[in-house]
């Protein structure tokens, strides 16, 4: 039973966890190109690449976050089993 809850707290924490830290990065990411391009607007070109780039690395983290959440919930038992063995019915 502990691992039934164990998992559904894991499930339900994960991807949020996952989608706020990828939120954090890619703003900190955009804030230094920003930075940069307003250092050497002659690199504007170089620095759009390696942010795409960035945030494309960064989005496929949270993408793989939000498939292991998929995975996880597929191994989480029924909500009425789960109600049977914790409030028996008679």
């Avoid at 990411?29 to 620095?47: C, F, N, S, T």
């Avoid at 976050?65 to 191994?75: Q, T, V």
Wanted: glycine fraction near 10%; charged fraction near 15%; proline fraction near 4%.
């Amino acid at each position: 039973m502990e691992y039934a809850a164990a998992l559904a707290i894991a499930v339900g924490l994960g991807v949020p966890i996952a989608a706020f830290g990828g939120a954090l990065g890619q703003g900190k990411a955009a804030a230094a190109a920003m930075e940069g391009v307003a250092r050497q607007p002659d690199a504007m070109g170089d620095i759009r690449m390696l942010l795409i780039l960035s945030l494309a690395i960064i989005e496929s983290l949270t993408i793989y976050a939000l498939l292991i959440f998929f995975m996880l919930y597929g191994k989480l038992p029924a909500v009425m089993a789960v109600l049977d063995k914790v409030v028996p019915t008679k």
